[in-house]
């Protein structure tokens, strides 16, 4: 069965830096994309960012609200992904999901589009931004 | 961005009854929406893809439909288990999610 367990997360000042790190199993991991999804307590959720698989090139891609500040990276060699967290604002205070992407892709004259939607979540990891 | 935006924001029902969730876009995302349930406590779960497709392992009582910017989900002979909070979530263009559809126990 695949599982997704989360972990990292905790209280932090603005301004500071955190780590989370998400482990996979019951599945090839290294041949899937992978994101994380943010949900502020009792609010909606929030895309935050995607890591896509080796073979694909491994590229990452972020919302707006994080881009510049937020890292997402992979080791296949231990089913791990990680988000790090960079110069974080309060507004960053929310459970965090990670997630196996299941992207539909679709091509046109422009190129290659891709369609993601999230498979399997763990169970998340709370991170409180606060002074 | 592509704004998604839900209807109700939570209704009650009863084990039995039959429920329709809206999801309206903001502009024409063809079938590029998914569907998730989300209990209390708990992470989301995939239940509809690309408006219609239904996730392995999702009881058939779950159904969706729509394109363009006009999406539903249907849950028939509603069970305790389908309680909770449905979000809609489109990827035609980068990734955002509806506002949410709270389905409580009348």
């Known amino acids: 069965e695949e599982q997704l367990v989360e972990s990292g997360g905790g209280s932090i000042k603005p301004g500071g830096s955190l780590r989370l790190s998400c482990a996979g199993s019951g599945f090839m991991f290294s041949s899937v994309w992978m994101s994380w999804v943010r949900q502020i307590p009792g609010k909606g959720l929030e895309w935050v960012g995607r890591?896509?698989?080796?073979?694909?090139?491994?590229?990452?891609d972020f919302a707006a609200s994080v881009k510049g500040r937020f890292i997402i990276s992979r080791d296949d060699s231990v089913n791990m992904m990680y988000l790090q967290m960079n110069s974080l604002k309060t507004e960053d205070t929310a459970v965090y999901y990670c997630?196996?992407?299941?992207?539909?892709?679709?091509?046109?004259?422009?190129?290659?589009?891709?369609?993601?939607?999230?498979?399997?979540w763990g169970h998340g990891t709370m991170v409180t931004v606060s002074s | 961005d592509i704004q998604m935006t839900q209807s109700p924001s939570s209704l009650s029902a009863s084990v039995g009854d039959t429920i329709t969730i809206t999801c309206r876009a903001s502009?024409?995302?063809?079938?590029?929406l998914n569907w998730y349930h989300q209990r209390p406590g708990k992470a989301p779960k995939a239940l509809i893809y690309t408006a219609s497709t239904l996730r392995g392992g999702v009881p058939s009582r779950f159904s969706g439909s729509g394109s363009g910017t006009h999406f539903t989900l249907t849950i028939t002979s509603l069970q305790p288990e389908d309680f909770g909070t449905y979000y809609c979530?489109?990827?035609?263009?980068?990734?955002?999610f509806g506002g949410g559809t709270k389905v409580q126990i009348k």
């Open positions: 502009q024409s995302i063809s079938s590029f």
């Open positions: 890591i896509k698989s080796q073979s694909d090139g491994g590229t990452t």
């Open positions: 997630t196996i992407v299941s992207s539909l892709l679709t091509y046109d004259y422009s190129g290659q589009h891709e369609h993601d939607a999230f498979d399997v």
């Open positions: 979530q489109q990827s035609y263009s980068a990734i955002t």
